[in-house]
């Protein structure tokens, strides 16, 4: 028996938060770089739910289910891509191109 571990009482008096905190912790999903770090959040999202609740069920959905259910997560995500707008070579090579525009 792991006495560092809590009682089941003791989850069960937690904040979401807390919980949260906990089951990251104990599943090692602190990293958010590369892969790992959105094989992370997919697992995190499955957790809550979203492999099996949403318009796209199985695995590999748990992402798009989880943004499609929470807006916000979608406008934090297009507001870090604005912020971020210098840094994407995308932009010029091929953004640019799928401006409609007039000609003179």
């Known amino acids: 028996m792991n006495d560092d571990l809590p009682t089941i009482e003791e989850v ?24 790992q770090g959105v ?4 697992s995190l999202c499955a957790a809550l739910g979203y492999d099996r609740n949403g318009q796209y069920i199985g ?7 989880f943004l499609a259910d ?9 507001e870090f891509v604005r912020e971020h707008a210098d840094s994407y070579e995308n932009i010029n090579d091929d953004m640019r191109y799928e401006i409609e525009t007039r000609e003179d």
Do not use: K, P
Request: net charge negative; aromatic share 4%.
């Open 12 to 35: 069960e008096e937690m904040d979401n938060e807390e919980v949260l905190d906990l089951y990251m912790e104990q599943n090692n999903l602190y990293r958010t770089e590369g892969t």
């Open 39 to 42: 094989d992370n959040l997919r």
């Open 59 to 65: 695995s590999g959905h748990e992402l798009i289910n």
């Open 70 to 78: 929470n807006s916000g997560a979608v406008e934090a995500l297009m």
